[in-house]
């Protein structure tokens, strides 16, 4: 009966370094630092690039500033190993920037809307004109 009892004991202990071990394990993965949001942080300077270029600041610039000031705060996070954080303000800026370049679209699309109506305008009184008024 002692021989069993103290396999018994064995079997525990065993159970139990071995629970410790893969709790062990675990919280180690669970400590180590997240890996740098690198496509998020690239996606966003994707963003703000094609804004740039679209000549977004001529129509939106507050949003496309929002979004350069949250680029260079993911980039200051990463440098602290913020890197929940990090992602976070990374997607913010590309949300930022293409919201200012959809918007660049909306103000463009409306002056050439504008354009094309003073235009009509334009047309439909020479069209009254040579008519001699009669529609």
């Known amino acids: 009966?002692?021989?069993?009892?103290?396999?018994e004991k064995r079997g525990n202990f065993a159970?139990?370094?071995?629970?410790?071990?893969?709790?062990?394990?675990?919280l180690s993965a669970c400590s180590s630092p997240p890996k740098a949001?690198?496509?998020?942080?690239?996606?966003?300077?994707?963003?703000?690039?094609?804004?740039e270029q679209a000549r977004v600041?001529?129509?939106?610039?507050?949003?496309?500033g929002e979004a350069r000031e949250k680029l260079t705060a993911a980039r200051t996070a990463v440098a602290k190993e913020e890197m929940t954080t990090a992602a976070r303000l990374a997607e913010q800026a590309r949300a930022d920037?293409?919201?200012?370049?959809?918007?660049?679209?909306?103000?463009?699309?409306?002056?050439?809307n504008d354009e094309l109506g003073k235009n009509?305008?334009?047309l439909e009184q020479e069209l009254q004109r040579n008519s001699g008024g009669v529609q």
């Open 15 to 26: 159970s139990y370094l071995a629970a410790l071990a893969v709790s062990g394990a675990l």
């Open 120 to 122: 009509v305008n334009t």
């Open 57 to 64: 600041a001529d129509y939106a610039s507050p949003e496309l």
């Open 1 to 7: 009966m002692i021989r069993l009892i103290n396999h």
């Open 37 to 51: 949001p690198d496509q998020a942080l690239q996606a966003a300077e994707l963003a703000i690039e094609t804004a």
């Open 97 to 112: 920037a293409e919201l200012a370049t959809a918007k660049a679209e909306a103000a463009k699309a409306q002056a050439i």
